[in-house]
């Protein structure tokens, strides 16, 4: 029985063979629409979400499987101290796969350990959020036709952002990638991360304005200030707002490049900025069904 916690959980081979069956999904959905006839997925949500969780249900409805979940620890047996290794035991015996979102760094991991079934980490804390990176990783290789050679701006809360570690992380196998990483000092991408690029000789480059790297970028990765992971408001307030990417900006970037966010946004992206051809975040939620649908079929070992 396999898991998913962290990118690197799949080889790029393998990775290839998902993101070839994600896009015959997309070509071809209704050979698939039967797939997970008879099968449950359960959506564990401790923690708030609308696309992951939805996209999940939508993943698994088009498969034509059933879900079952709760959408925040409130409503769940968490409130009564109940721990995530007896939730899942529990869950084993309802479900046929589960996808876990916690707050808690890790606690995907700790719930794997006592599972009967596929645990799919949604997202723990600021650490990783795989399925998230699997979306990424699909946009890019279907809307620019390769995976390496490029250079990638990764911009706004680096340190809290658990969608940009993962995507680093994600990204260090490919070859010939250059990392801009584009943030205000205080919300840098973490010590680890830069430690890891040094050690493998993957070329980054820190930087303040986004203005000064626009031009060199082939995709900019847009983030949200993580506002729930700040501890006091008036940093949030102060930062929130530092980086608004507008048409005056687009101007300055290459005709080919790809805007990506993994959303929801709040105001680093101005609306006006959707109808240019280079925003790829609305097409990127698409894919994010595809590969999850792709990423379903491979942990329950069911071939179409
Ligand atoms: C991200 C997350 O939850 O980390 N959202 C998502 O899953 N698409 C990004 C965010 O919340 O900023």
Redesign the pocket.
């Known amino acids: 029985m396999r898991h998913l916690m962290s990118p690197l959980d799949f080889s790029t081979e393998e990775l290839e063979e998902l993101f070839d069956l994600a896009n015959d999904i997309e070509q071809n959905p209704e050979k698939y629409a039967h797939a997970c006839n008879g099968r449950i997925l359960a959506t564990c949500f401790y923690e708030p979400?609308t696309?992951?969780r939805l996209s999940f249900e939508s993943a698994m409805t088009r498969l034509g499987g059933r879900v079952i979940g709760f959408s925040d620890a409130a409503s769940s047996s968490a409130s009564k101290g109940e721990s995530v290794s007896d939730t899942i035991r529990i869950i084993s015996c309802y479900a046929d796969i589960c996808a876990m979102?916690h707050p808690k760094e890790g606690a995907p991991m700790v719930a794997a350990e006592k599972s009967g079934i596929p645990v799919i980490n949604a997202?723990d804390g600021g650490h990783q959020?795989p399925t998230?990176t699997l979306t990424d990783l699909l946009t890019i290789r279907s809307l620019k036709g390769r995976l390496g050679a490029f250079t990638i701006g990764l911009c706004g809360d680096l340190k809290f952002?658990?969608?940009v570690h993962s995507l680093i992380n994600a990204l260090t196998r490919y070859n010939d990638i250059r990392f801009l990483f584009i943030s205000p000092e205080e919300l840098r991408v973490p010590d680890y991360i830069t430690d890891m690029l040094r050690d493998k000789e993957i070329p980054y480059e820190e930087v303040i304005r986004l203005e000064d790297v626009m031009p060199r970028l082939d995709l900019l990765y847009m983030?949200?200030v993580?506002k729930e992971r700040f501890f006091n408001e008036e940093d949030y307030v102060r930062l929130k707002d530092f980086y608004i990417l507008n048409s005056e900006k687009m101007e300055l970037a290459r005709n080919d490049m790809l805007i990506l966010h993994?959303?929801?946004r709040v105001n680093e992206i101005s609306v006006e900025v959707d109808d240019d051809p280079r925003a790829a975040y609305f097409k990127q939620a698409r894919y994010?069904v595809y590969v999850r649908m792709a990423l379903i079929l491979t942990l329950l070992n069911i071939t179409v």
Request: without cysteine; proline residues 12%.
């Open positions: 979400s696309r992951t979102r997202g959020h998230q952002g658990r969608t983030t949200r993580q993994p959303l929801p994010g």
